[in-house]
Structure formats: structure tokens, C-alpha cells
């Protein structure tokens, strides 16, 4: 069974920073981890991917903001977000897609960017 534990979510003020952690508890190996997000009456969009290569992808709104990092070993990805703005409010999920393609999801985590 797979499991995405997911934690770092919150409030903050404009500007702040959070960090978003992603934990994949599953034994296969991890072809891409990535981080998505839905704001209300919004469809969810990608927001950063990393590949087993390092190799990276961003969102344009989060470029030179957010960085996307993963530690193979333990089975982790990582979203740090800083220079926050309000329209980055939503909830964030993390995702894994083994080289099978098969594709899991996260349980969400909230991130509220407002004064």
C-alpha cells in the first residue's frame, strides 16, 4: 500500500516563506515527485516536478520563488516557498509517479498566504 504523508502547510504573511515536505512511504522506486495545488474554483495545476536526474520544472508564477528538492533515500520531496503572495493560497498536494506510471496522490496540505 502507498501512503504520502504530507506536512508544512499554514499561514503566512505576504512575503513569508513555508516549507511543504512530502514523505512516500512505498517500497518501489520514484521516477518523478512533483507538487501541485488547487485554489478554490480553480483546476489543479502543477507547480514544480523533479525527475530521479534532478532535473526540474517549474510553474512561471513560481520561477526564481519556489524550489523543489527530493532526497532519494528516504523517499522525501521538498517545496520551499518563499516571496509568498496571496494568489499562491490553495492547497498543495504531493505526487509520485513510479517508472510503472502509476501516479499517487497526497492527502493535501492548506497554505494560506494573507495579512
Known amino acids: 500500500q502507498v501512503q504520502l504523508v504530507e506536512s508544512g502547510g499554514g499561514l503566512v504573511q505576504p512575503g513569508g516563506s513555508l516549507r511543504l515536505s512530502c514523505a512516500a512511504r512505498i517500497i518501489f522506486s520514484i521516477y518523478r515527485m512533483a507538487w501541485y495545488r488547487q485554489a478554490p474554483g480553480k483546476q489543479r495545476e502543477l507547480v514544480a516536478s523533479i525527475t530521479g536526474r534532478n532535473n526540474t520544472n517549474y510553474h512561471d508564477s513560481v520561477k526564481g520563488r519556489f524550489t523543489i528538492s527530493r532526497d532519494n533515500a528516504k523517499k522525501m520531496v521538498y517545496l520551499e516557498m518563499n516571496s509568498l503572495k496571496p494568489e499562491d493560497t490553495a492547497v498543495y498536494y504531493c505526487?509520485?509517479?513510479?517508472?510503472?506510471?502509476?501516479?499517487?496522490w497526497g492527502q493535501g496540505a492548506q497554505v494560506t498566504v494573507s495579512s
Open positions: 505526487n509520485i509517479q513510479l517508472y510503472s506510471s502509476n501516479n499517487y
